[in-house]
């Protein structure tokens, strides 16, 4: 990850960008780049667990950012661009480990709502090797991270429509993370959250 957040492409405080770009380049240092992700194919459990607690933790905190930026921005896009965009990922080319950026990846800052269903119930042997988790989910969710972090216009812009019909949910994107909780400072999530009034206060006019 190369890209430092630039003012004038956002809308939320930059020192809130600053707290995304330090935990993506822990990220980098501890896990390494995307391709780097895919190429180890498989880890065990207890791999599995780390990557994923802290791929978490900044897909939450990106999801507190995106709403600030959702709040702010201004409806300027025209949908057919954003639709432009998502068929040019539909026909992108197969897999290819080391290059990242022909990856097609989303993501989802708010999720679809479903019907709650019955869980289903086993009926076979789990596989032998289930002990072993594939390494291209998260792959494709750091780089999924890094697409956002660098161009987050769009993505603001899809979360401004949804909540625009449906503003309650936005309390969906705030909820408490625990493994925010425990990789960031607690001083930058209580201010990251302050913000995040929705809708804003009205102003004070006594």
């Given at each position: 990850?190369?890209?430092?957040?630039?003012a004038?492409?956002?809308?939320?405080?930059?020192?809130?960008?600053?707290?995304?770009?330090a935990?993506?380049?822990?990220?980098?240092?501890?896990?390494?780049?995307?391709?780097h992700?895919?190429?180890?194919?498989?880890?065990?459990?207890?791999?599995?667990?780390?990557?994923?607690?802290?791929?978490?933790?900044?897909?939450?905190?990106?999801r507190?950012?995106?709403?600030?930026?959702?709040?702010?921005?201004v409806?300027?896009?025209?949908?057919?661009?954003?639709?432009?965009?998502?068929?040019?990922?539909?026909?992108?080319?197969?897999?290819?480990?080391?290059?990242?950026?022909?990856?097609?990846?989303?993501?989802?800052?708010?999720a679809?709502q479903?019907?709650?269903?019955?869980?289903?119930?086993?009926t076979?042997?789990?596989?032998?090797?289930?002990?072993?988790?594939?390494?291209?989910?998260?792959?494709?969710?750091?780089?999924?991270?890094?697409?956002?972090?660098?161009?987050?216009?769009?993505?603001?812009?899809?979360?401004?429509r949804r909540?625009?019909?449906?503003?309650?949910?936005?309390?969906e994107?705030?909820?408490h993370?625990?493994?925010?909780?425990?990789?960031l400072?607690p001083?930058?999530?209580?201010?990251?959250?302050?913000?995040?009034?929705?809708?804003?206060?009205?102003?004070?006019?006594?």
């Open positions: 990850m190369t890209h430092r957040p630039r004038a492409a956002r809308t939320a405080p930059i020192e809130f960008w600053r707290i995304a770009e935990l993506l380049h822990m990220l980098h240092n501890i896990f390494g780049p995307p391709e992700v895919a190429a180890r194919r498989t880890l065990a459990p207890n791999q599995h667990r780390l990557f994923h607690a802290w791929i978490t933790a900044a897909e939450n905190l990106m507190r950012l995106l709403l600030l930026e959702a709040r702010a921005c409806q300027t896009a025209t949908p057919s661009a954003d639709r432009a965009a998502s068929q040019a990922r539909r026909t992108s080319p197969a897999f290819d480990p080391e290059n990242p950026d022909s990856w097609r990846v989303s993501f989802v800052a708010l679809q479903r019907r709650r269903t019955a869980p289903r119930r086993r076979h042997a789990p596989f032998p090797y289930s002990r072993l988790y594939l390494t291209r989910p998260l792959a494709e969710r750091i780089e999924a991270l890094i697409r956002v972090f660098n161009d987050p216009a769009p993505y603001a812009r899809r979360l401004a909540l625009n019909t449906k503003p309650k949910r936005a309390g994107l705030t909820g993370c625990r493994y925010m909780a425990r990789f400072d001083g930058d999530i209580a201010a990251i959250d302050t913000a995040l009034a929705w809708p804003p206060p009205a102003p004070d006019t006594s």
